[in-house]
């Protein structure tokens, strides 16, 4: 009964380098979604995903790319991280309209650039 | 442009005592609002909804409260126990968005106290 799995829970990048943030989930949902969540915020949405082969830029997308190859996972990629991207990355799976719209979230990796 | 509001970044209330967290939104697509609950070091998880053409919800000791008119829902507790100090978060969905995404508050970190 694992719902949604993120890995690694922390990680410290220098900046300038790459890393993966990976997602999966085991509910067959077809909806999911990259949050992060910056010190005394909400969570701000980076990417979704409607179903595999289909993505979309969130509010925050800028650094960041997904891709969406099966249901089950849904990847995270940063690209040149740089300090501004310190934060704490929840992924996220949903049923769809108009089943519900509870989100089932992930435990979250906890990312630092230096 | 914050659409969701939590204005009360904490509140300290006494076991047993009645919990009020409120919310205000701007989007008047919104139909659809949640509240999330996260402890320290987890992903934040489904606590209670409620649609629109409700103005009211209802579960064991949690309440939500929507009055459409003023944009405003509130979470009540009662009774509030130690178990509930977390942050809460209130979400909100509107119908025409694509893979009915969410739009989260900043969090109320709610502290129950012995």
């Known amino acids: 009964n694992a719902g949604v799995t993120q890995t690694p829970k922390f990680r410290i990048l220098k900046i300038g380098q790459s890393m993966t943030l990976q997602c999966t989930q085991d509910m067959n949902h077809n909806y999911m979604y990259w949050y992060r969540q910056d010190p005394g915020m909400g969570l701000k949405l980076i990417y979704y995903s409607v179903g595999a082969g289909i993505t979309d830029k969130g509010e925050v997308p800028n650094g960041y790319n997904v891709s969406r190859s099966t249901t089950e996972d849904f990847p995270l990629r940063l690209e040149l991280a740089a300090p501004s991207q310190t934060s704490v990355y929840f992924c996220a799976s949903s049923e769809t309209r108009p089943k519900t719209l509870e989100a089932f979230f992930g435990q979250g990796t906890r990312l630092t650039v230096v | 442009d914050q659409q969701v509001k939590q204005n009360s970044p904490s509140l300290s209330v006494q076991e047993g005592r009645i919990s009020i967290l409120n919310c205000d939104y701007t989007?008047?697509?919104?139909?659809?609002f949640l509240w999330y609950k996260k402890y320290p070091a987890e992903g934040p998880t489904f606590l209670i909804s409620i649609s629109s053409i409700k103005d009211k919800n209802e579960d064991g000791r949690f309440t939500v409260f929507l009055n459409k008119s003023a944009k405003h829902l509130s979470l009540h507790i009662v009774p509030s126990q130690p178990g509930d100090s977390a942050v809460y978060f209130c979400a909100a969905s509107a119908q025409e968005t694509s893979g009915s995404r969410l739009t989260f508050g900043e969090g109320t970190q709610l502290t129950v106290n012995p």
């Open positions: 989007n008047s697509m919104f139909d659809y």
